[in-house]
Structure formats: C-alpha cells, structure tokens
C-alpha cells in the first residue's frame, strides 16, 4: 500500500496541480505506522540534524566563516567608513585583522552553541510536517529558523560576547574604534558588535543548514538512511 502510494504521488506530480498534490498527500496516515506525518516529521529532523553535523561543523573550524563567502561576515555599513579611513592612513593590516576577529569569533561562538541548535531541532513537533516536505528547497530549514531564531539569539547572544574576549575580538576593535575616533573630523562611532555578529553568525549557521536539506531534496545519493529514502521520495 506504501508503495502503490509513492507512484500515486509521482504520477500526480505530472499530472496535476499543486493544490490536488496536497490532497493526495493529505490522504497519507496520521497514526504510529506507515509513513505517515510522524514518519515525515522525522525525515525532516534528521535532515536538519545532519545539515548541523555536516555543514554547521564546518563553521566551527578555523576560517569556517572567514574562508567561506556563502557566510563570511562583513563589515555593517557604519564600519565600513571606518575600514576605508584606517586603509587610507596606512593601518589597513589593523583593518584586516579588525575583519578576521570578527569572523573568529563566529567560528568559536558556534562551536560552543552546536547543542542549542541540537536541541531545537529535537523540540520541532513539525505539526504541519507534510506542508513543509512540499515546500521549496529549504522549507524545513526556514519553518527551524521561523520557530527558533528569537529563542537562539537570545542564547547565543551572550556565547558570542564572551568569544569575543576569548579571541581578543574586543581588545581587536576597541583598539580600532579608538584609533578611528581620534581622527580630525572623523563622525565617531560605538557599534554593537555582538549583536551584529550574533545576528550574521546565525543567519550564517541556518544558511549552511539549507545546503544540506537542499542537497537531501535534489541528490538521491545525499539521502544517506533509509527514513531519509522513503520519506524525500514523496516529494520527488
């Protein structure tokens, strides 16, 4: 019955709408057997468990964030004047390293956060789970930032802040702002840091996390367990 279902489903992704593919879907089980929505639930939280395993790892190595342009994090617009006239008075070196702290702090941050993000994903009841499988590419990775990112911020915030002392991020920056506030004429300048790479470290983390379920999604062969086989062959 399983399968007769799949090639129902395949069929009717040539044949018919969107609006009569949910309804073909909507007639899967509900209950503890078969593929149903708890089956389908669990599809999509092993495809965001393994999007943290694969890629957010990634982010926690050196140059995770910094060498990876999906993800680097760049200056924000006030610092960007600051960059520039550090630049032209011949402190560029002290530019860079300001931009590299930045991003060094990210990579420790997220090491350090990698639970939090776990345990989310363990929290996701995904009551609405057969919507999302029928959704675009990311679909799961948008509901888990949707549901998570006022929650995960505020955790992640003060993780950031003390990564920051932890690769001398502050010491980094308070030396550049000083420097950039003693230049004649200059409109002088006291960003929040955290805050900005708390935001671009998490926006970086679930961007990561899309690339994986993009992958499950559109690579048979990324489909590494079987829940993950049988339950991403419903939207193929």
Do not use: H
Not at 2 to 24: D, G
């Amino acid at each position: 019955m399983f399968y007769k279902k799949i090639a129902l489903i395949c069929l009717c992704f040539m044949s018919v709408s969107c609006a009569e593919l949910q309804q073909v879907v909507n007639t899967l089980p509900n209950g503890q057997t078969g593929t149903g929505t708890l089956d389908i639930a669990a599809g999509l939280r092993q495809a965001l468990d393994l999007g943290i395993d694969k890629q957010v790892s990634k982010l926690t190595q050196e140059n995770g964030f910094y060498g990876n342009s999906m993800v680097k994090i760049l200056l924000p617009a006030e610092l960007q004047k600051v960059d520039k006239t550090l630049r032209d008075i011949g402190l560029g070196s002290l530019a860079d390293e300001g931009l590299k702290v930045l991003n060094r702090a990210a990579e420790d941050a997220v090491g350090e956060a990698t639970p939090i993000f776990v345990d989310a994903v363990k929290q996701i009841t995904f009551a609405d789970a057969k919507n999302i499988l029928l959704g675009n590419n990311t679909a799961a990775t948008s509901y888990l930032e949707g549901k998570t990112n006022t929650v995960l911020y505020s955790k992640f915030n003060p993780v950031i802040k003390n990564s920051f002392s932890k690769v001398g991020a502050d010491q980094v920056w308070t030396n550049i702002i000083t420097k950039y506030n003693t230049i004649p004429f200059v409109q002088k300048v006291n960003p929040d840091l955290t805050d900005y790479v708390t935001t671009e470290a998490l926006k970086g983390v679930y961007k990561m996390i899309g690339v994986e379920e993009q992958q499950i999604r559109t690579n048979l062969s990324s489909r590494t367990t079987t829940l993950l086989q049988q339950v991403f062959a419903l939207q193929d």
